[in-house]
């Protein structure tokens, strides 16, 4: 499962107003949209990285001998998760891994994705949910990830560059609830740093939404505003398995922008997408859930 994206820029305001569950944005929320898709060639690749993730997934499966099918559904566009759920159960599926491709779990995030999931089956009876929580802490995925990091570090100017971890981030009341994102979160940062000996590194928070509560800091761009000029930043989007939006446009156009304004040089770690590492990963989270039932 993933969060979704409109396939055309006519899909924004009904893509939109999904995300605000039927609020209709204003016309300034859906021109801002517009423009950032605009930037980035006017469409996410999310659906078909998402698509190509579960067709290697299914295919590492079957080469492990487990022959399961991989079906895919997305949170807040089409194919929608309910709109998988009813293929699934017309195929006569009576069992399901539930695996959200985002490593670190959160009530509001993650936990969503269970909802839906679990809504989308309640009038199944018959069918036996497995939902994975978190999988941040596979060894797996911080070993394809490690890699990514140290393929980025592999810079003109690697002498001197500076690493920012980053993961989207979330209203700030969540730390109140107990909810254990920003642990898991460290935990991954310090884990990827010491398989890629990494010794110094910041964190920072990046894609708040635009409400009117606090979310989660620092902010990539207070972090990178705090940095001296003519540094070299890689950045590492430790909380994305894809490139999508939060990649493409705040990442690389919004706070690349921001940073060459202050005399700083920044680039990123390729994304995860399709790697065979990462793959890998994937099929043992859900080859050792096939195993403990």
Wanted: with cysteine; charged share 25%; proline share 4%.
């Amino acid at each position: 499962m993933a969060y979704g994206t409109p396939s055309t820029e006519n899909e924004i305001e009904s893509y939109l107003t999904d995300i605000r569950r039927g609020r209709k944005p204003s016309l300034d929320q859906v021109e801002d949209l517009k423009r950032r898709y605009r930037a980035i060639g006017g469409r996410s690749p999310l659906l078909e990285i998402t698509k190509a993730q579960a067709f290697e997934l299914q295919h590492a499966l079957h080469a492990n001998g487990i022959r399961r099918p991989v079906f895919y559904g997305m949170k807040h566009w089409h194919p929608y998760i309910s709109e998988t759920v009813r293929e699934m159960c017309r195929l006569g599926v009576h069992s399901v891994v539930g695996l959200v491709l985002a490593p670190h779990y959160s009530r509001i995030s993650v936990g969503g994705y269970r909802d839906l999931l679990a809504a989308a089956l309640a009038d199944s009876k018959d069918v036996e949910i497995d939902f994975v929580e978190s999988w941040y802490n596979n060894s797996l995925f911080q070993i394809a990830l490690t890699e990514r990091v140290i393929n980025g570090l592999k810079s003109p100017h690697s002498t001197e560059l500076s690493v920012i971890f980053t993961a989207h981030s979330l209203p700030e009341r969540i730390i109140a609830e107990g909810d254990p994102y920003p642990a898991q979160l460290l935990e991954s940062c310090k884990a990827v740093a010491r398989r890629a000996n990494i010794e110094r590194w910041a964190f920072a928070y990046q894609s708040a939404g635009r409400t009117g509560e606090k979310w989660l800091g620092p902010d990539i761009l207070e972090v990178l505003g705090n940095m001296a000029t003519r540094s070299s930043v890689l950045v590492v989007p430790i909380g994305f398995v894809a490139d999508h939006l939060e990649i493409l446009y705040d990442i690389d156009v919004e706070a690349k922008a921001f940073a060459k304004s202050r005399g700083i040089r920044l680039h990123r770690t390729e994304s995860l997408n399709t790697s065979p590492k990462f793959i890998s990963a994937l099929a043992d989270i859900v080859s050792t859930r096939l195993t403990l039932r």
